[in-house]
C-alpha cells in the first residue's frame, strides 16, 4: 500500500545550521507531496507541495524536490532560526473512492533550533 | 472568518458524557476530513466527506459519530469515550477533486481527554 517513511529524529540544531529531512515514499502511480509544519499547540499548516517528478517546492526558505528515481522528497533549508523549531510531516496523496484524495502521512520530524 | 476553525479548542469529558465537536470551513471546499493525533502514533484519518457524503470510514469506532450537514460544516459527535481516545482531533478541507494536485487546509485541532 501507500506509504510514508521520514527520519524520526528528534534533530536538534545550532541556529543558521543547515537542515535536512530525509523523506521516501511508496505509492502506485504518481501521487502529490507535500511537507506540512505543526507549532506547538496548533494544527498543521501546509510548508510546500511538488506535484510531479523534478518539481521544486519552496516557501520560507525551505526547500524539497520531488525525486521519482530515489522515491523521495527530503526537505531542506539553508540556515534555520530558532522560530523553525516544530514537528514536520512529509505526506503523499492519493485518491479516494468519493471522488477526493485523502493524505498519507509520515510519523513526523520534531526539530528544535538552539539559540 | 477566514480559513478552517474549529470548536472547543480543548474538551474535557467523562466516558459517560456526550459532547459533540464543531469544524467549520470559510474556503469554499467540497471535501472534509476528520484525523486523529495521539502522542505516539502516525496521524490518522478517520473520516472522509466529499459534497456532504461519507466516503471513508477508516473502520473508526462506533462511538465516534461524524455529521456533515452541507459542505462547510462537520461534526464529531463523541458518546461513551475511552481513556485511549484522548488525543487531538484535527479537522481539514479541500476542493473535492481527484486532480493529483488538491491540498488539505487544517484547523488548530480541539484537544481531547476524556477522564
Known amino acids: 500500500g501507500d506509504s510514508v517513511t521520514q527520519m524520526e529524529g528528534p534533530v536538534t540544531l545550532s541556529e543558521e545550521a543547515f537542515l535536512t529531512i530525509n523523506c521516501t515514499y511508496t505509492?502506485?502511480?504518481?501521487?502529490?507531496l507535500f511537507w506540512y509544519v505543526q507549532y506547538p499547540g496548533e494544527g498543521l499548516q501546509l510548508l510546500l507541495k511538488?506535484?510531479?517528478?523534478?518539481d521544486k517546492g519552496s516557501n520560507k526558505g525551505f526547500e524539497a524536490t520531488y525525486r521519482k528515481e530515489t522515491t523521495s522528497f527530503h526537505l531542506e533549508k539553508g540556515s534555520v532560526q530558532v522560530s523553525d523549531s516544530a514537528v514536520y510531516f512529509c505526506?503523499?496523496?492519493?485518491?479516494?473512492?468519493?471522488?477526493?484524495?485523502?493524505?498519507?502521512f509520515g510519523k513526523g520530524t520534531k526539530l528544535t533550533v538552539n539559540p | 472568518e477566514t480559513g478552517v476553525t474549529q470548536t472547543p479548542r480543548h474538551l474535557v469529558m467523562g466516558m459517560t458524557n456526550k459532547k459533540s465537536l464543531k469544524c467549520e470551513q470559510h474556503l469554499g471546499h467540497n471535501a472534509m476530513y476528520w484525523y486523529k493525533q495521539s502522542a505516539k502514533k502516525p496521524l490518522e484519518l478517520m473520516f472522509v466527506?466529499?459534497?456532504?457524503?461519507?466516503?471513508e470510514n477508516n473502520s473508526v469506532p462506533s462511538r465516534f459519530s461524524p455529521e456533515c450537514p452541507n459542505s462547510s460544516h462537520l461534526f464529531l459527535h463523541l458518546h461513551t469515550l475511552q481513556p485511549e481516545d484522548s488525543a487531538l482531533y484535527l479537522c481539514a478541507s479541500a476542493l473535492g477533486t481527484a486532480s493529483g494536485t488538491d491540498t488539505q487546509y487544517f484547523g488548530p485541532g480541539t484537544r481531547l481527554t476524556v477522564l
Open positions: 505526506a503523499l496523496s492519493v485518491p479516494t473512492q468519493g471522488g477526493s484524495e485523502k493524505l498519507v
Open positions: 466527506y466529499n459534497f456532504k457524503e461519507q466516503t
Open positions: 511538488a506535484t510531479k517528478a523534478d
Open positions: 505509492a502506485t502511480g504518481y501521487p502529490s
